[in-house]
C-alpha cells in the first residue's frame, strides 16, 4: 500500500501502549520478538477469509474483523494452547478509514477480551482478503491433537451446532418458506452466531489432560469428526437425538416442511459453529460434566469412538438413514435440501 | 476449498517425510506444533503478495512461490534469526494442478535450500494472494533491531542495489530507450534479482554481536533508510558514489540520455533488492570486511550516521542535489524519470 502502508498501520493497528507478557517487540520492526513461557511449545495456525467466501460481500467490517481472528483463535482453542499474539495480512481495496477503522474495532474487541496483542502484520492493496496467524503456548504432553481418541472414547461437542448455518441462510435471504415467521431474537441470535463466532479458548485450555483429543467445528461435523477418525484410526456411533441445538433451531424443527432435516443439515454440515469436537476416555465423563458446570457452557454426549471404522448414525438407537450425503459443499450448493 | 482442499494440501504441501529439529507437529492439525531452542526468543515476521502488485500478472508461478517465501525470510535475516518454519497461505482462483505443481516446486526449492519446513498454511478460493510467516529464532539479546544504532556508526549494505528495479523494466517492457541494446546476461540476471531475491540468512546470523542495527531494503534504500534513522533518532550522511551496483547497472550508469540517474533512481528508490542493510560501530569495521570474504558476499560501506537529524547524499564529498525526492510511490508512477 506504498506511502500509505505506514500511516494506516500506525492509526489503527500499532496501539505502543499495548504490553504483553513475553513480547519483546512488537509491530514496527522486521520482525516481532516474542518469548515462549519455559516448558511450553509454539502453537501455530493460519487461516484466509476471503470475501464472497467466507463471509458475504455485504458483511460489517466489524464482523470481518472479528471473525478473522475468532477462526485463528478457535485453533488454538482446539490445540489446547493459550493465544500468546497475532499477525494480520490485510489485503484491501481501497484505503477506506470508515472499513479501517470499524475492522480494527470488531478485531480488536475479540482480541482484547482475550488479552492477545497484535504483533506484526502487512497491509497491501487488492481484493479484499484477510489471512491472520495465530501464535500460542501449550505444554507439549498435554496439546490436544486429533491423533489421540481411542476406542471407546465418548465424543463431545461443546455449546449448539447449526447456528451459523440458519444465520446464513438469513444473511443470504434464502428462500425457505418456514423462515418467514421466525422469532426475531433468534434470528439475531443466528446471524451473530454465523458473523460473530466464540474461540472456546477457556475450554480448550481446561481439556488439557482430560480430552484424548480435539478438533474445532468448523467445516461441519461430518466432515470434521471424518478427519480426527482418520487421524485416530477409529470409526464413530453418533446419536443425533442429541445434537445440541440452539432454541431457535429447536423451535424450527418442529415446523413442518422438511424443517427438520434442514436442522439436522445444518447441526451436520454446514460448519462455521466453530465449537470445539473432543473425545474423552469413559471415566472422565463426570470430569467433563463438571467442567460444563464451571464453564457455564453446555458440553453434549453425541456419541463414541469404536475400533471398527466408518461412522455409524443412530436416532433413538436406531440406525439413521439420510437420502443424501451431508458435507460443506453439498451444503453450499444446495441449501434447500 | 471446499472438499478439494485436503487432496490439493496432501498433494503439493504436506510432504509427511520431511523431519526438523523441534517440529512436533506439522500439517494436518488444528495448529502446528514448534519447539523454540533453549534461550531464544521467537521472531514472526508476515507478508502478503499480491498479483499485480507484487508480481507482474505473467509472472511464473516458481517465481510467485520463490518470491512469496524469500520476502519472509528476508525479515528473519534481518533480525538476525535461524528459520524454524513458515506457514502458507494461498488463495487461488482455481485449483489449477499445473500452476500448483510449479508454485510449490519454487518455494520447496528455495524453502529446502535453507532446511525451513512447511508447518501449516490454508489454501482458499479467490484472487490470487500468498500470504507467509516466517517463524525464525534468536538469542534475545543478539536481535538485530533496527532502534540499536548510534552516532557515527558506519552504514553497510550487502550485495548490489538496484537490480529488481531494471528487472521491473525488463518485466514491463518499459518503454526506456538505452535498453534496446542491453548485453542478454545482464538482464537475466536483473530479472533473476526481481524475481528469485536471494533472503541472505546467513549474513544475518553472522551479524549478530557484529550490527547495532538491520533492516531488509524491500522498499527502497532511502525510504527504508528513514526507518531505521526514525527508530533509532539518528540522521545519516550517505555517499552515493559507494553504492553498490551490479555490472549491468554499471554498463548503463555509462550510457547518456538521463540513464546514470534512472540508475542512481532504481539503487535508491526502487526497492525489492532485499539486501540487508546495517550499522556497526566504526572499530567493527575489519569484523565486517572478515565477514564479506568469509560468505563471499560483498558489503559496501556507504556512509555512516549522525546525531544530527536529517539525510545528507553526497557525491564524492559534495552535496547532491536531485530534483525530485524518490521514493517507492514515486518510482511506480513515473518509472521513466
Not at 100 to 110: C, D, M, N, R
Not at 113 to 126: A, E, N, Q, S
Not at 165 to 174: D, S, T, V, W, Y
Request: aromatic share 6%; glycine share 12%; charged share 20%.
Amino acid at each position: 500500500m506504498a506511502l500509505d502502508e505506514f500511516g494506516l498501520i500506525r492509526r489503527y493497528f500499532a496501539r505502543p501502549g499495548l504490553e504483553s507478557p513475553g513480547l519483546r517487540l512488537g509491530i514496527g520492526d522486521d520482525a516481532a520478538l516474542l518469548d515462549l513461557p519455559a516448558g511450553e511449545t509454539l502453537a501455530v495456525s493460519t487461516d484466509t477469509l476471503v470475501a464472497g467466501r467466507h463471509f458475504p460481500h455485504d458483511a460489517t467490517p466489524f464482523d470481518i474483523g472479528w471473525k478473522a481472528l475468532a477462526v485463528n483463535l478457535s485453533d488454538l482453542a482446539a490445540m489446547g494452547a493459550r493465544p500468546l499474539g497475532v499477525t494480520l495480512a490485510l489485503t484491501l481495496p481501497e484505503a477506506d478509514e470508515v472499513w479501517l477503522a470499524a475492522f480494527a474495532e470488531g478485531f480488536f474487541a475479540l482480541a482484547d477480551g482475550h488479552g492477545v496483542p497484535l504483533i506484526g502484520g502487512d497491509t497491501t492493496r487488492g481484493p479484499l482478503s484477510i489471512t491472520v496467524t495465530a501464535l500460542g503456548a501449550v505444554p507439549p504432553a498435554q496439546a490436544l491433537r486429533r491423533d489421540g481418541a481411542r476406542a471407546d472414547d465418548l465424543l463431545f461437542v461443546s455449546g449448539t451446532l447449526g447456528d451459523a448455518g440458519l444465520g446464513l441462510a438469513f444473511a443470504l435471504a434464502q428462500p425457505l418458506s418456514w423462515l418467514g415467521e421466525f422469532p426475531p431474537a433468534h434470528r439475531v441470535h443466528a446471524l451473530a452466531r454465523l458473523h460473530r463466532p466464540t474461540p472456546r479458548l477457556a475450554l480448550g485450555q481446561a481439556l488439557r489432560g482430560i480430552a484424548s483429543a480435539a478438533m474445532d467445528v468448523s467445516d461441519g461435523l461430518l466432515q470434521d469428526l471424518g478427519h480426527l477418525l482418520a487421524a485416530s484410526g477409529l470409526g464413530a456411533e453418533l446419536q443425533l437425538e442429541q445434537l445440541p441445538l440452539s432454541p431457535g433451531l429447536h423451535y424450527l424443527a418442529g415446523e413442518g416442511g422438511g424443517a427438520r432435516q434442514q436442522v439436522l443439515s445444518w447441526a451436520l454440515a454446514a460448519g462455521d459453529d466453530y465449537e470445539l469436537l473432543f473425545s474423552v476416555a469413559p471415566g472422565q465423563r463426570g470430569a467433563v460434566e463438571a467442567l460444563a458446570r464451571q464453564l457455564d457452557l453446555p458440553l453434549a454426549c453425541i456419541g463414541r469412538l469404536t475400533s471398527a471404522g466408518g461412522l455409524c448414525l443412530t436416532w433413538d438407537g436406531r440406525p439413521w438413514e439420510h437420502e443424501r450425503p451431508f458435507g460443506y459443499q453439498h451444503f453450499r450448493g444446495a441449501p434447500d435440501v
